[in-house]
Nanobody
């Protein structure tokens, strides 16, 4: 059973930090491109960061220098370290996996999605 399960969301004051985790199971985790997306109420889902199977990373301009995406292949777990959080970072955060991703911010490039974890910055 292919599954992604996010955790680590919560409420934090502006300037604070959170670390999101995404546990994967049921597929060859290390060969997939893994991404973090977020969706605020009334807005489209947007790509936050991506890490490829070779561990190369790309970030959205809005989070560059504040967020860090990483993965632990031995634990089949994806992470998103979020520092210097701002109120505009408030959203539901999702992890996603794609076998072949040509345009990383496009949500429909990804095959597997988690259920999401809420991040609220006040």
């Amino acid at each position: 059973h292919v599954q992604l399960v996010e955790s680590g969301g919560g409420s934090v004051q502006a300037g604070g930090s959170l670390r999101l985790s995404c546990a994967a199971s049921g597929y060859t985790y290390s060969s997939y491109c893994m991404g973090w997306f977020r969706q605020a109420p009334g807005k489209e889902r947007e790509g936050v960061a991506v890490i490829d199977s070779d561990s190369s990373t790309i970030y959205a301009d809005s989070v560059k220098g504040r967020f860090t995406i990483s993965k632990d292949n031995a634990k089949n777990t994806l992470y998103l370290q979020m520092n210097s959080l701002k109120p505009e970072d408030t959203a539901m955060y999702y992890c996603a996996a794609g076998r072949v991703v040509a345009d990383w911010p496009r949500a429909n490039e990804y095959d597997i999605w988690g259920q999401g974890t809420q991040v609220t910055v006040s």
